[in-house]
């Protein structure tokens, strides 16, 4: 029996990485931090890379258009059997978030990994 590819824990859409290398293009490096409630609900938070402080337990899950994507410990446990997609939709994002006055926003959506790419986290230590 072959060993399932190991999927991706974060994705984004076409026009999600537009928007990620245009605010490459205007603010240099940036990253993702998937936000777990309080002010912005569930939306994840774009950042100039040094302008967020990644905690010591944060969880790197992967990369989006050359952006470092990262979550909670606590959240990652909620989320870890589905994979993070970014999308944008139209709307003022976040107020702490890069997006936020330019009438688009990032937008998690997600998909539940199946038995065998659980399998192949698992077997890669990714879960």
Known sequence: MATAT????????????????ELQ??????????SGGCCEGSAPMCFP????????????VGEIGGAEFFISPQQFEY????????DVVPGFGAAFSLEGPGGLQFHTRSRVFTDEEIHALRDAGKI
């Open 79 to 86: 989320w870890k059997h589905t994979q993070i997609i970014i």
């Open 6 to 21: 190991v999927p991706e824990q974060v994705t984004a859409t076409a026009e999600a990485l537009k928007l990620i290398d």
């Open 49 to 60: 890379v040094g302008e967020f402080r990644i905690g010591s337990r944060d969880k790197k």
């Open 25 to 34: 293009g205007q603010h240099g490096p940036i990253m993702f931090y998937q």
